[in-house]
């Protein structure tokens, strides 16, 4: 069994230090959550900050959001003003990516959100980012798509437009240059 990739230590002390500073300049996004708590959760678990690092390199701008402001979950959303710039021109799925007989994307949001350790926000995940302040106004992201839905054929994407936050779909095989995905990873 291969080993698993690691952070170096100046990596991993860089990724903190960033972390650490978005997470003071940002309050209004976790108001009940000190960061305390959050290394705490980061040390007990030391793989997610490959995640964390991944998430952070390709554009993402992680911070710890609170989508469930009840919950004990500590959790890491993109926060970059656009869609993470690493992380765009990708069909929804594997499905949708195979279903593309030319100009093939070179992967998934599914799949590359997997390959990283996290997951798309889903639809209210996404609103509720959107409530801490004005995200894709450039750009759209893919957002994870409940099954029913899928199965007829859309995959279901969201933007901020003319100062409102809107939901489409869209065929899963699609992509663009200016649509990627905003992840989360939960401790």
């Known amino acids: 069994m291969p080993a698993q990739p690691k952070l170096s230590a100046s990596d991993r002390d860089s990724l903190l230090a960033t972390l650490t500073t978005r997470f003071a300049q940002h309050p209004e996004r976790h108001p009940d959550t000190p960061w305390a708590a959050v290394l705490a959760r980061l040390n007990a678990d030391p793989a997610k900050l490959l995640s964390l690092h991944q998430m952070e390199s390709s554009g993402g701008q992680p911070d710890v959001v609170s989508l469930l402001p009840s919950s004990s979950i500590i959790t890491f959303v993109d926060c970059s003003p656009e869609s ?39 639809e209210s995940e996404y609103l509720t980012l959107q409530s801490f302040g004005h995200f894709d106004l450039k750009t759209s992201s893919w957002i994870l798509t409940p099954p029913d839905f899928r199965s007829l054929g ?12 809107f939901i489409y779909q869209n065929g899963a095989q699609s992509y663009y240059s200016s649509r990627g995905f905003r992840a989360k990873l939960s401790l």
Do not use: Q, W
């Open 84 to 122: 993470p710039k690493g992380r765009t021109s990708l069909a929804y799925d594997r499905a949708g990516l195979e279903s593309r007989k030319e100009h093939r994307p070179v992967s998934s949001a599914i799949d590359t959100a997997s390959s990283m350790g996290v997951t798309l926000l889903d």
């Open 154 to 165: 859309g995959a279901l994407f969201g933007d901020r437009r003319c100062n409102r936050v």
